[in-house]
């Protein structure tokens, strides 16, 4: 996997959550010297806090690889991300409001620094070297605990100053409304992993231990857990054909913790698409390919950008 023509390596720092990988990766795509560490919580000094670890794990990976120094580095997080600002507008989760990443990692690492979403930015290496590189209209969706998702259009991706892509908060009809009930939900709370294990054990009263429970259940005929994966089903092709007829998606990338249900996901996705689609064309729904690391292989495309091609 070539990410570059430009020999020097670049630092990657992938936060998440709860965890930041961090790595310092070849040209060749190669990580080098991996860190995987807690991701710090600090509610007075949230970005800060993210910074101040990030300059430390880029100390210890040069005193790991001192004849090999990063001429540029790549960031990515979640929430929302202007990435032409260099801004982390909101994390829900670890608490930022329109924190200066970029400048801010940039005094501490004294290198060129390139900040951008961690979901677009896993998925644009998806899109590059994936399943779906032979296509211009994408969307990739990583459903996991919640759902994100990142939209190319005409091979670029669409950014719209961070907003784009929030396909986990898109309206899709709510399966507990009740026969002829009209009311609406969010996509995560019926299709996501996390929502499919929850949904299962407040309907049941049988506790599991994820969404892979659940539909081990429904193949052993557990008419409950068919009927929860089912709606989850249902919800994500309601989502992937609004796709379709709003920005002519073409292909649909699905990764994160659902994606390991392979064809027990893609097959019932696939049928409910081709039911509901008229006369627009039917996208081709495809797994991810690139795994865990695809965060910290796109945070080092990104840095690479900065250096060109004679660095």
Not at 134 to 148: C, H, N, P, Q, R
Not at 219 to 233: C, F, I, K, N, Y
Not at 261 to 280: H, I, K, N, S, Y
Request: with cysteine; hydrophobic share 45%; glycine share 14%.
């Amino acid at each position: 996997m070539v990410l570059g023509a430009a020999e020097s390596p670049v630092l990657s720092f992938d936060v998440g959550g709860t965890d930041i990988k961090a790595g310092l990766v070849d040209a060749k795509g190669v990580v080098l010297g991996m860190r995987r560490v807690p991701t710090p919580l600090d509610p007075a000094r949230p970005g800060e806090a993210v910074v101040e670890r990030l300059a430390e794990l880029a100390a210890e990976l040069a005193a790991e690889f001192p004849g090999t120094p990063a001429k540029a580095a790549g960031i990515i997080v979640p929430g929302i991300v202007d990435s032409v600002a260099g801004v982390g507008v909101y994390s829900a989760n670890l608490g930022w409001r329109n924190f200066p990443f970029t400048a801010e990692a940039q005094k501490r690492l004294g290198i060129p620094v390139a900040f951008d979403h961690d979901v677009r930015s896993a998925a644009a290496v998806e899109h590059a070297l994936g399943g779906s590189r032979e296509f211009s209209d994408v969307v990739v969706m990583v459903v996991g605990t919640g759902i994100a998702a990142a939209v190319f259009s005409g091979g670029k991706a669409v950014t719209a100053g961070g907003f784009a892509g929030e396909l986990g908060h898109a309206q899709v009809p709510d399966p507990d409304a009740g026969p002829g009930g009209t009311a609406a939900t969010i996509l995560e709370a019926v299709g996501s992993a996390g929502a499919i294990a929850k949904r299962y054990q407040r309907i049941s009263g049988n506790k599991v231990n994820g969404a892979r429970s659940v539909l081990l259940r429904a193949t052993s005929g557990d008419a409950l857990a068919e009927r929860v994966w089912a709606e989850a089903m249902d919800a994500l092709a309601f989502t992937i054909c609004q796709c379709v007829n709003i920005i002519g998606t073409e292909a649909v990338v699905i990764g994160g913790g659902l994606a390991e249900a392979g064809e027990d996901l893609l097959q019932p996705l696939r049928a409910r698409v081709e039911q509901t689609l008229d006369f627009q064309r039917r996208p081709h729904l495809i797994r991810a390919q690139l795994g865990q690391d695809a965060g910290l292989l796109g945070a080092a495309l990104n840095a690479r950008a900065l250096l060109g091609g004679g660095q």
